[in-house]
């Protein structure tokens, strides 16, 4: 049970440190306030990134906008990992943010 946990978790990281993922997360944690926000802030990221995943064929000139497959499970086991994931990668930067700018 504890590792299918840290697998989901290791999966998360791995999906957010890319370079969308970590410009999506320093901009979250740059909007992020406090603590309490956490889950918050992640859940837009998590959002924002499939967002722009969405729009990088209409961006690119190669192809055209897309839903994604929000009917299809793989698609909200993806967003659970992004979400995972970026709870982890803004929860670091946020402290790494605090420790810097001390109020």
Do not use: Q
């Amino acid at each position: 049970m504890l590792e299918s946990v840290l697998g989901f978790a290791r999966e998360g990281f791995a999906e957010v440190n890319a370079v969308l993922g970590l410009l999506v997360a320093v901009v979250a944690t740059l909007m992020m306030t406090a603590w309490a926000r956490l889950p918050f802030v992640a859940v837009g990221a998590t959002l924002a990134h499939i967002v722009l995943e969405s729009l990088a064929p209409v961006i690119a000139g190669s192809g055209g906008f897309s839903l994604p497959p929000l009917l299809e499970p793989h698609f909200w086991r993806y967003a659970g990992v992004l979400f995972v994931g970026y709870l982890i990668v803004v929860a670091i930067l946020f402290a790494i943010k605090r420790m810097v700018f001390r109020k």
